[in-house]
């Protein structure tokens, strides 16, 4: 889809659904903090939005559904998750359910799973298990050989709707030995399980996402057909492992709509609460805050937009991406949660307030981002096995290579550039060295000093400086790479679980952001809608990541948080979603006087 036709799906949905503040929309706030309260799954919510259409655009459109690219699915899921981050999850784990069958599925298993979920049939992903976590390899659900098909045997749990849904793809050992070639998928369909042999798990309370399906299903010689197979025997670990880089990228939209949520929120309370005859929005440090806040959101932004559409520009990168912003966004955006607290003051504790109890909500609702689908430590674990490799090829590339990354950036950070066709099964499990934000920074920073030298004035300035500073950052790439060559040398086999080795693979994630940010102000440039782009605004984006290295030293001035201020303003004013995609949102409709109290 073009950005202006994905824009016109985005605007329709959220005419649908209206704006949440108004207990009389389809996904009121009201409505869902009582759901929230009360741990009860949102049937309602999923159900219209099913109707709507929403599922359809995440699944493919070559065989049954309306999905061409990725992009336009994670963006009406983020405004989904804006209201609800429950309901995103429970509608958006049937999407991450069919997955393995868009990896390496038939034709014909396609087809028939897509017919049965327009019917109104649920999926879940059946991956993992209580005593095994992310150690798939240990996985002990088996898959026994028998006349016609196979007999799943033991339990998978926690696993997000695994009760509410009537199919669950199943991770199982089919092979006596252990290791990678061990494992098989299968797609459990409970309708047709022999009575006695499928028990559903308890829901499990939770402290956030409280009205998501949590639970796990048991299985006793339960069979499956040969029919039910994905992919060969053997064939299941890479297919989880594929699905799993997918996931860890789609699932951000959770990460972005909380913040973006309640940094309306906050910013409603502070442009209307006037203390000492002035609203708190005009005390400077208030207004430092928000505005980090927004660029913190914005250069999250930058980094998914790459990494979404990687997962059909770069494909074979995206072990890479994936694990990045996976890493990057929620660990930033907890930190940015934490600082609208700061503004909100009181009102962070109002548990019944129609207007507050969201940010409490989304505040709980956020931490689900970090969890699921490979943590912290799984993600940066990946970087690190990677680090060398991709910091030898960022340090001396090929001239061929950075060249071919510079081309290949223009359509990956590019909102208005046409994306492939998503072919799952050509994601990469290792990156070979390739990190095209990295590879095409230079190209990114030549064309930002040529924006530069374009404009006038203010913006000139900015913009020089930006590219300084994003040149400060990308002149890490070297010194990084001799202290993994050196760590490596140190500790030998003892390097891969290092502490150490993480916290550079924690920098490598910054100096990718820091790229990410530059390449979407330089390819997107001419399709960004007032406000954006900004100078002053890129400048902030660059200053909130070099304080993660350099966490006392501030680098903008009250000029330039006044001008992010307007840019902000003027979103928020225009009821524009807080991303460099700007979708229209919901008309207000409610006594904005609700905010001051």
Same mark, same amino acid.
């Given at each position: 889809m073009s950005k202006s036709d994905v824009t016109e799906l985005a605007a329709r949905l959220e005419e649908y659904l209206g704006d949440p503040h108004d207990p009389g929309s389809r996904m009121p706030f009201a409505q869902i903090l009582d759901h929230d309260e009360r741990g009860e799954y949102p049937y309602q919510f999923v159900a219209l939005l099913r109707r709507w259409g929403v599922l359809d655009h995440t699944l493919p459109a070559a065989h049954g559904g309306r999905a061409g690219n990725v992009e336009t699915g994670f963006s009406l899921m983020r405004l989904i998750a804006r209201r609800d981050p429950s309901t995103a999850?429970?509608?958006? *784990?049937?999407?991450?359910?069919?997955?393995? +069958?868009?990896? *390496?599925?038939?034709?014909?298993q396609n087809r028939s799973l897509i017919a049965d979920m327009k019917c109104g049939s649920s999926v879940s992903w059946g991956l993992s298990e209580r005593e095994h976590g992310s150690d798939l390899v240990a996985n002990e659900v088996v898959a026994e050989k028998v006349d016609g098909g196979y007999r799943l045997t033991g339990e998978k749990w926690p696993i997000g709707n695994a009760t509410v849904a009537d199919k669950m793809i199943v991770f199982a %050992?089919?092979? %006596?030995?252990?290791?990678?070639?061990?494992?098989?998928?299968?797609?459990?369909?409970?309708?047709?399980?022999?009575?006695g042999t499928v028990d559903d798990l308890p829901f499990e309370d939770l402290y956030g996402v409280r009205a998501l399906d949590l639970s796990g299903v048991r299985m006793k010689g339960t069979f499956v057909p040969d029919s039910a197979r994905i992919g060969r025997e053997g064939n299941g670990l890479e297919i989880a492992l594929k699905t799993s880089q997918t996931a860890r990228v789609v699932l951000m939209h959770l990460a972005l709509s909380a913040v973006d949520t309640s940094l309306r929120l906050a910013l409603?309370?502070?442009? %209307?609460?006037?203390?000492?005859?002035?609203?708190?929005?005009?005390v400077p440090y208030t207004r430092r805050q928000l505005t980090e806040a927004f660029a913190d959101l914005m250069l999250a932004d930058a980094a998914i937009l790459g990494a979404v559409r990687a997962l059909q520009a770069a494909p074979e990168q995206i072990s890479v991406w994936s694990s990045v912003v996976k890493f990057l966004v929620p660990t930033l955006l907890e930190k940015t949660m934490s600082q609208l607290n700061v503004v909100l003051g009181a009102r962070t504790f109002l548990r019944g307030h129609e207007h507050y109890a969201m940010h409490q909500k989304m505040l709980r609702d956020i931490l689900i981002t970090n969890i699921a689908d490979g943590n912290t430590v799984v993600n940066l674990r990946n970087i690190g096995h990677q680090?060398?490799? +991709?910091?030898?090829?960022?340090?001396?590339?090929?001239?061929?290579?950075?060249?071919?990354?510079?081309?290949?950036?223009?359509? +990956?950070?590019?909102?208005?550039?046409?994306?492939?066709?998503?072919e799952p099964d050509k994601q990469e499990l290792f990156s070979r060295g390739l990190d095209d934000a990295l590879l095409a920074a230079p190209d990114g920073l030549s064309r930002l000093r040529a924006l530069a030298?374009?404009?006038?004035?203010?913006?000139?300035?900015?913009?020089?400086?930006?590219?300084? *500073?994003?040149?400060?950052?990308?002149? %890490?790439?070297?010194?990084?790479?001799?202290?993994?060559?050196?760590?490596?040398?140190?500790?030998?086999?003892a390097y891969g679980q290092s502490p150490e080795l993480f916290e550079l693979a924690k920098e490598y994630c910054l100096l990718h952001a820091a790229s990410a940010c530059v390449l979407t102000f330089v390819h997107s440039h001419d399709a960004l809608e007032d406000p954006l782009p900004s100078g002053a605004l890129l400048l902030l984006q660059l200053e909130r990541l070099r304080k993660q290295l350099y966490p006392h030293e501030t680098v903008t001035n009250q000029a330039v948080v006044d001008d992010v201020m307007r840019v902000l303003r003027h979103m928020h004013r225009e009821n524009r979603l807080f991303s460099h995609w700007q979708f229209p949102l919901a008309e207000r409709v409610v006594d904005d006087a609700l905010a001051r109290c």
């Open positions: 999850v429970g509608l958006a *784990l049937n999407s991450l359910g069919f997955m393995p +069958l868009w990896v *390496l599925g038939t034709d014909e %050992r089919t092979g %006596r030995r252990s290791g990678p070639a061990a494992y098989s998928l299968f797609l459990l369909d409970k309708w047709e399980a022999d009575a409603d309370f502070a442009e %209307r609460r006037v203390l000492l005859g002035d609203t708190i929005s005009d680090l060398q490799g +991709l910091l030898t090829e960022a340090a001396a590339p090929e001239p061929a290579g950075r060249e071919a990354a510079a081309e290949r950036a223009a359509t +990956l950070f590019g909102m208005d550039e046409e994306l492939p066709v998503y030298e374009d404009a006038k004035g203010t913006e000139r300035d900015r913009l020089l400086r930006a590219a300084d *500073l994003a040149q400060e950052l990308l002149d %890490r790439i070297g010194p990084l790479s001799a202290s993994a060559a050196a760590l490596k040398a140190e500790l030998g086999p």
